[in-house]
């Protein structure tokens, strides 16, 4: 499902955190700005991991770090599959293993 609007910039995102740590609620805070409650909540809760405040999640550095790692491991995993086709293709071009014994 995409997206209705575009995310909000980082810099939005932390004068909405400076007021809330200010003292404002989200509540108060979605009702003067565009974003919802829950958003500001989730922002805020990030923000407190990101600084090593809670401890019940994924710092954003952390969740980055997983998304490349899995990225990488995708392009790993398809080059492996390619390699041991076209091994498996060679050795059957060589006469190493016969046409029927390969089951890739």
């Known amino acids: 499902m995409p ?3 575009p995310p909000y910039p ?3 995102r932390r004068q909405i ?3 809330s740590q200010a003292g404002r609620n989200p509540e108060e805070l979605a009702k003067e700005f565009e974003p919802t409650a829950k958003t ?3 922002w805020i809760s990030q ?3 990101d600084q090593g405040q809670r401890p019940d999640g994924l ?3 952390e969740r ?3 998304t490349r790692l899995r990225r990488e491991n995708k392009q790993l995993r398809l080059a492996r599959e390619m390699l041991s086709k076209a091994a498996a293709g ?3 071009e060589t006469g190493s293993i016969s046409e029927s014994s390969s089951t890739l």
């Open 10 to 12: 980082p810099e939005f």
């Open 64 to 66: 980055v770090e997983i």
């Open 90 to 92: 060679f050795a059957r």
């Open 17 to 19: 955190i400076e007021l």
């Open 3 to 5: 997206r209705s609007r």
């Open 59 to 61: 710092s954003s550095t």
């Open 47 to 49: 923000s407190q991991r």
């Open 40 to 42: 500001i909540r989730n």
